[in-house]
């Protein structure tokens, strides 16, 4: 089979624009992927930027006849496949195959919502107050979303013209936790997310996002259609993105709206006005408590507070069971919904009561919307026996971390683990500049010096920047500073929405883009509008992130090197992989960091990166960028 498989990949990549190139890297990702595939053991491949990776698990995939399942972390990699890789495999393959994303059910428009709200728009504008959560949204926008419905095939919010606002989509829309499901529902047989999930149960393969992907792994196999493969690119999220899946997250919001979507239905206002008041007192008592991790059991009014809420959910959910048979058809739709909200709320809330060793519990979100959160201190158990044990799987990603299949519970017997590299010249490319003449970034005189070395590296590269901080509060003072400085355009993160800076960025070759971590990744923008990518510190984790900190103490003295060092290193290579995303790319990555230099754990984070030449001469640094500029 492989050598079947690198046979169809070079001739479809002949198709591509330009004739393709036969990539070395791509073919041994192909063949170590059917040969995975073949085997049933699992795969880990490292595929650096511009190896065609899509191209190179999709063919094995495909033409091994098993049902796949994709699964990715980023919406602008989804959109990819299913707009671009897919459709091109369909036309160029032999072999047929059908394909199909799915979303979480809150992504999609609900029929039986607008036809409650139709109902209730007809009886009055007070009738269409009582549904608590339309209550807030102008009905123009409703009848605008309402309208749109008519016309979709998908009924998915992402092919909205126009984006709504997060109040209108909840008025027309349900999570899972609400949904009672197409049986007991009205509009079961017309419903978007239900024939989003058919298509994927007749699919071959299956587009999903990794949160997806986790929540089903958590729920035992019930969201996704039965697989025999997966597919996890960018894979080093994995072992976050599933402990937050997951966990358990409680807000005041959750009381709040499941309040909201009981008023107008239950004939008592005392039963809401109860549950508002159990999410104000949740508030209270997590503002007392704030980014606190709880090594011993929760604290005595918070368990309090979760004991009194629970009775209070428990009132709902029995008022609206109560909601009888010969009820409205919406009555007794939404008193579905509620059932079904109140009952996960309720099991949220026992579980938090009943948690142990194996989780962690902490406070986050600040002043504003405090938050309770539990998560599994080790993902490794549950990826044993809902994935490793059941399926083959295929991780990806341009970085990889240091002994991540140890980490997600891998047996190394079950695992076949390579690095196909990339096809691009780094050595002649890309240069890696450390600035080892500035102070220790745990110094004061760090910050000062540090933007005025990103300033000379601007000025020197003509702009073309995109500069990656570590926190808000650093780049909110390297944008104030250089931007009195520099004549270059800069652009914050906080300016404007992601894709619409990114669409200027890329646009004016002058401009320089300030962000933080969200833009660390996901971000293509190649050709001269990008030139030097700066990052301001080695990302470490944050010393006080809850659920490190209660790993780091599992781990003892070697929580460094297990938990710290490999989680730098593989953010940092991904936003160093921002630079060259082509072969004609050329540029700078500064790291305005001296500790790269001069640290004893320096070369685990250097060889972790593209292997590009290296210096820690300024006058070298800008003397590169400026032939690049002047060319």
Known sequence: MPAAVVDTLARVVAHLPG????????????????????????????????????????????????????????????????????????????TSFSWAVLKGRSNYICRQRLAELAAARQDGAEQLALDGVAARVPDVDLLGLARWADTSAS??????????????????????????????????????????????????????????????????????????LVIIDEAHQLEDIVSTTCGVELTAH???DLARRTRG????????????????LLSSALRTQPSRRFSSGLPDDIAGVITVAGGRVQLVLNAAKAVPGDAPEESRARALRVVQGATALLEDLRLIEAVNDSQVVWV???????????????????????LWDKRT???????????????????????????????????????LYCAAHLPDPRQPAYLAAMVAELGDLIEAAGGRTLALFTSFRVLEEAVAALRTRLSVPILSQRDLPKARLL???????????????????????????LSLVAIDKIPFPRPDEPLLQARRERAGSAAFGMIDLPRAATLLAQGSGRLIRTATDTGVVAVLDPRLAKAGYRWALVQALPPMRRTKDPAEARAALLAIRDR
Not at 195 to 206: F, H, I, K, P, S
Not at 267 to 276: E, N, V
Not at 406 to 427: A, M, T, W
Request: one cysteine or more; a negative charge.
């Open 503 to 529: 669409e200027i960025f890329a646009a004016s070759e002058e401009t320089c883009l300030f962000a933080t971590m969200g833009f660390w990744q996901g971000v293509d923008v190649p050709g001269a509008s």
């Open 155 to 228: 009924g998915d919010r992402g092919e909205l013209p126009v984006e709504p606002s997060d109040a209108a989509w909840a008025a027309v829309s349900v999570s899972a936790r609400e949904c009672p499901g197409a049986a007991k529902c009205p509009n079961g047989g017309a419903c978007f997310a239900e024939a989003a999930r058919n298509r994927a149960l007749e699919a071959d393969v299956v587009v999903v996002n990794l949160h997806l992907y986790g929540l089903d792994l958590a729920s035992d196999g019930v969201i996704l259609p039965e697989h025999e």
């Open 254 to 256: 959750r009381f709040s």
């Open 364 to 386: 986050d979100g600040g002043e504003a919307n405090p938050t309770l959160r539990v998560a599994p201190l080790d993902v490794a158990p549950l990826l044993r026996t809902a």
């Open 19 to 94: 004739g393709g190139e036969a990539r070395e890297g791509q073919q041994a990702m192909a063949a170590a992927i059917a040969h995975g595939i073949a085997a049933r053991q699992h795969v880990a491949v490292q595929a650096g930027t511009g190896t065609g990776k899509t191209l190179a698990y999709l063919i094995p995939a495909i033409l091994s006849g098993r049902r796949t399942v994709v699964a990715t972390a980023t919406k602008t990699l989804q959109d990819q496949l299913a707009g671009h890789d897919l459709p091109f495999l369909d036309q160029h393959l032999t």
């Open 393 to 431: 799987a295929v991780l990806t990603s341009a970085t990889l971390p240091a002994r991540l299949p140890e980490r997600l519970g891998v047996e190394p017997v079950q695992i076949h683990e390579l690095d196909v590299g990339s096809p691009f010249d780094y050595e002649t490319s890309a240069l």
């Open 265 to 280: 239905l239950i004939a008592d206002d005392q039963i809401a006005a109860a549950l508002d008041d159990a999410g104000r």
